[in-house]
Every structure is written in structure tokens, then in C-alpha cells.
């Protein structure tokens, strides 16, 4: 017979896992943060999966970037489900790290962060050259005059 009981489950889920949950969520608030204030306004997603999973005849694959979720800027997770056999696309949900209950997924996800930075970086530096490339705003703001 095993020594487990509710008893000492509870004891453990209160003593131990929720004091680590409470703490590991305080930190991912404090990385969204930086994520929510950095003002970019464009979406970015590391190109790298962060979690696979086979579910019932559907293939779910989690992304890791920086997006809007109802009408704010942040640090979220997308996951996009495929047919198992035809790979045709079913479904994507695109929600905030902080809402995952997955504590895998968000584990994945803050690890992802350093490739996220890069792509971000890489982002404004072609934004940067486009509009460098544009040249004379004047002469485009001309342009779209049709008067």
C-alpha cells in the first residue's frame, strides 16, 4: 500500500508547489512588463516552436513572441493545430503567458526569450532601413496627394 494520501497531498501542493507557482508568476509578470512598455506596435514570434503535442488526431504547436492579445501589447504564446495526417490548418489561439496554466509551455517560453530579443532587433533593423530607403517624406507625402 502506498504511504500517499489526500492528506499529505494537499500538504504538498500547499507547502511546496503553490509557494514556487506564486513566485515563478511574479516573475513572469515582471518579464511580460518589460514586453508590455516596450511600444514597438508590430507582432514578432520566435520562429522556433516552444511545445509540440499530438491531441486526438490534431498536432498542436506552441510559438513564443511579442503581439497583441484584445487589445494589448505583451509577451504571448500562439498555438497553431494541424491535422494529424493532411497538415491542414484547423485552428490558432493566440493568448497571454501570464493566462497559460501550462507551466511547461511558460518554462519553454522564457527560455525562447533571448531568440525573441534577436528577432525583435532584427525587426527594427529592417524597419529602420525601409524607411531609410524611403527617402524624402516630404516627396511621399506629395505622392499621396491626388488634389
Keep these: 500500500m502506498s504511504d500517499i494520501d489526500n492528506k499529505k497531498i494537499r500538504k504538498r501542493v500547499s507547502d511546496e508547489l503553490n ?3 506564486k513566485e515563478f508568476g511574479k516573475a513572469v509578470q515582471d ?8 511600444g514597438l506596435g508590430t507582432a514578432v514570434w520566435c520562429p522556433e516552436k516552444i511545445h509540440a503535442a499530438n491531441i486526438g488526431g490534431l498536432e498542436a504547436e506552441s510559438y513564443v513572441g511579442y503581439s497583441r492579445v484584445e487589445g494589448k501589447w505583451g509577451l504571448n ?3 497553431i493545430e494541424r491535422d494529424h495526417e493532411t497538415r491542414a490548418f484547423v485552428g490558432q489561439r493566440v493568448y497571454t503567458i501570464e493566462s497559460s496554466g ?3 509551455l511558460v518554462v ?3 527560455r525562447k ?3 525573441l530579443l534577436v ?3 532584427s525587426l ?4 529602420i532601413k525601409v524607411l531609410e530607403e524611403a527617402g524624402d517624406f516630404e516627396k511621399l507625402r506629395d505622392a499621396g496627394n491626388l488634389a
Design 19 to 21: 509557494v514556487r507557482v
Design 113 to 115: 526569450i533571448p531568440e
Design 124 to 127: 527594427i533593423d529592417r524597419q
Design 77 to 79: 504564446i500562439r498555438t
Design 102 to 104: 501550462n507551466m511547461e
Design 31 to 38: 518579464i511580460n512588463r518589460y514586453f508590455k512598455f516596450l
Design 108 to 110: 519553454n517560453a522564457l
Design 119 to 121: 528577432s525583435i532587433d
